[in-house]
Nanobody, 128 residues
Framework: EAQLVESGGGLVQAGGSLRLSCVGY????????VGWFRQAPGMEREGVAC????????YYKDSLAGRFTISSDNAKNTIYLQMDNLKPDDTGVYYC?????????????????????WGQGALVTVSV
């Protein structure tokens, strides 16, 4: 069974950094488009960033490019999300998701609920 496991969440002060990891089990992430979503309390889930190793391309939510960086380590079957200059509005549960067929430019779109594999989420809390 394919699984994604996130780690690296925690409590950080505004202006600080965190790096989230997403490890794939039972699937090779270099065969998938993999991305990060987040969900703040009481809010809809939103796309953050995604990566396609096959195409060697990344895609970001416009407002987050420059502060967030997505990357991959194929040897470790892991996707990372480096988050810098964090703000209280970045607080939420961060989810990793993967799909073999969704194009990169549509991965963060409104049909995210149909993505093939989801992790359990990692909580990120940014204090003032």
């Amino acid at each position: 069974e394919a699984q994604l496991v996130e780690s690296g969440g925690g409590l950080v002060q505004a202006g600080g950094s965190l790096r989230l990891s997403c490890v794939g089990y039972g699937l090779s992430l270099n065969e998938y488009v993999v991305g990060w979503f987040r969900q703040a309390p009481g809010m809809e889930r939103e796309g953050v960033a995604c990566i396609s190793n096959n195409e060697d391309r990344t895609y970001y939510k416009d407002s987050l490019a420059g502060r967030f960086t997505i990357s991959s380590d194929n040897a470790k079957n892991t996707i990372y999300l480096q988050m810098d200059n964090l703000k209280p509005d970045d607080t939420g549960v961060y989810y990793c998701a993967a799909d073999r067929w969704r194009p990169l430019y549509r991965f963060l779109g409104p049909n995210y609920k149909d993505l093939e594999v989801w992790g359990q989420g990692a909580l990120v809390t940014v204090s003032v």
